[in-house]
């Protein structure tokens, strides 16, 4: 599965961003998707995941009620919206899949390329 992430921006602080990562392939439906960030000298971290179908998510404790993660299978998508940021949320973002299961790790075989999240005070 191939995945590209847009979405990202210059927003203030308190905006709202919605990232989506496209996937190609038929069997995106057998891929939980996660959500990670890595800001400039630190390492890539967990953010959201959802379950192949969108009946689980799982979210980073820094994100949780900040930050809703859906996907289309449908259409081949997965979102993440972003409420309420704040500037320790710059970083770029990526979307990444792994086969069956969500985990929190960085364990995921496929990866987009970032985009580039970046909240102002």
């Known amino acids: 599965v191939q995945l590209q992430a847009s979405g990202g921006g210059l927003v203030q602080a308190g905006g709202s961003l919605r990232l989506s990562c496209a996937a190609s392939?038929?069997?995106?439906?057998?891929?939980?998707i996660g959500w990670f960030r890595q800001a400039p000298g630190q390492e890539r971290e967990f953010v959201a995941g959802?379950?192949?179908?969108?009946?689980?998510?799982i979210y980073a404790d820094s994100v949780k009620g900040r930050f809703t993660v859906s996907r289309d299978n449908a259409k081949n998508a997965v979102h993440l919206q972003m409420n309420g940021l704040k500037p320790e949320d710059t970083a770029v973002y990526y979307c990444?899949?792994?086969?069956?299961?969500?985990?929190?790790?960085?364990?995921?075989?496929?990866w987009g390329q970032g985009t580039q999240v970046t909240v102002s005070s």
């Open positions: 392939g038929r069997t995106f439906i057998s891929y939980a």
């Open positions: 959802i379950s192949r179908m969108g009946g689980s998510t």
């Open positions: 990444a899949a792994r086969w069956w299961t969500v985990v929190i790790t960085t364990e995921y075989g496929y």
